[in-house]
T-cell receptor, first 116, second 111 residues
Framework: NAGVMQNPRHLVRRRGQEARLRCSPM?????VYWYRQLPEEGLKFMVY????????ESGMPKERFSAEFPKEGPSILRIQQVVRGDSAAYFC??????????????FGQGTRLTVV | AQSVTQLDSQVPVFEEAPVELRCNYS??????LFWYVQYPNQGLQLLLK??????LVKGINGFEAEFNKSQTSFHLRKPSVHISDTAEYFC?????????FGAGTRLTVKP
């Protein structure tokens, strides 16, 4: 049973380009979470999705960032017109049931985005 | 809504010394508590969790944590650390609707 798969592991984009980060949850998991980790900072929650639904996007910047988790295929975190401040590690986690309670979240290895 | 405070951002310690990483939380409802470890350039992996029952929880790699309801704490301990324990450690608190992470504690084990 493969774990949470994120790709690419490293992504370099020039300012103004788009970044697409992919996350395939563990088999049987229908809940996906995205977190951002800035250098020397902790994990910041961005968005929580179930299949085809955004449940909580309270941590997402209002502009340029979007996320989806379609019925088929991986979850995508999309950053348009990237800026240097978007450089960070982006982690995806998945769980078999809804957020909270005694449900453990399983994390991917992360995508390290560098904006040059 | 709950919150999590990790009191130390960095903890340097010598190899084979004991270590305690502190975590305090606030919540108006019953919670579940987790410690995750993040090795350099890796994702987070679960170290241990408290769901119910015994307040002393044992995890992987010789770590343990004690849930103290009156002090609203869930401190992580190891009696003798190794160089390989150098990593970032995150405390997390979950209630019925949400999971929140602390800011992390960077443990550096020196020879």
């Amino acid at each position: 049973n493969a774990g949470v798969m994120q790709n690419p592991r490293h992504l370099v984009r020039r300012r103004g380009q788009e970044a697409r980060l992919r996350c395939s949850p563990m088999k049987g998991h229908s809940h996906v979470y995205w977190y951002r980790q800035l250098p020397e900072e902790g994990l910041k929650f961005m968005v929580y999705l179930q299949k085809e639904n955004i449940i909580d996007e309270s941590g997402m910047p209002k502009e340029r960032f979007s996320a989806e988790f379609p019925k088929e295929g991986p979850s995508i975190l999309r950053i348009q017109q990237v800026v240097r401040g978007d450089s960070a590690a982006y982690f995806c986690a998945s769980s078999p049931s809804r957020r909270g309670g005694n449900t453990e979240a399983f994390f991917g290895q992360g995508t390290r985005l560098t904006v040059v | 809504a709950q919150s999590v405070t990790q009191l130390d951002s960095q903890v340097p310690v010598f190899e084979e010394a004991p270590v305690e990483l502190r975590c305090n939380y606030s919540s108006s409802v019953s919670v579940y508590l987790f410690w995750y470890v993040q090795y350099p350039n890796q994702g987070l992996q679960l170290l241990l969790k408290y769901l119910s029952g015994s307040t002393l929880v044992k995890g992987i790699n010789g770590f343990e944590a004690e849930f103290n309801k009156s002090q609203t704490s869930f401190h992580l301990r190891k009696p003798s650390v190794h160089i390989s324990d150098t990593a970032e450690y995150f405390c997390a608190v979950s209630d019925n609707n949400d999971m929140r992470f602390g800011a992390g504690t960077r443990l550096t084990v020196k020879p």
